[in-house]
């Protein structure tokens, strides 16, 4: 009997803090600009196809690509002691071979260039 006078008891608190919560939670329609959402310094009156720069996103795959990289890279270094010396500067040398050719072909195309 005393388990169902605290669930009894739970339940009529919580419809009580969800009521409360729900009547302190309108909103007044008397100033609609203030409850209007306002990110990034734009608002949402204006239009929201704005011109974005590409270069801006090629370089933050590269960011991307490269740090994916890192993540296999850092494995190797506490790998060395655990495997062949052979093995190890093999699949090291693979992998940087990988990363350079990325660099190069994303230089040649003009990817990594700041300003043109």
Known sequence: ????????TSTILLIMMMTLSFLMSKKSNIDLNKSSPFECGF????????SF????F????VFL???VEIIL???LISSFKLINLNQWFK????????ILYGLIHEWL????EWSK
Request: glycine share 2%.
């Open 1 to 8: 009997m005393n388990m169902y006078k605290s669930i009894l």
């Open 43 to 50: 608002s949402k009156m204006s239009s929201p196809r704005m």
């Open 53 to 56: 720069s590409i270069q801006f």
């Open 58 to 61: 090629m370089i933050a795959i």
């Open 65 to 67: 690509m490269f740090d």
């Open 73 to 75: 890279i850092l494995p």
């Open 91 to 98: 699949s090291s040398l693979i992998i940087t071979i990988i």
């Open 109 to 112: 195309n003009g990817v990594i």
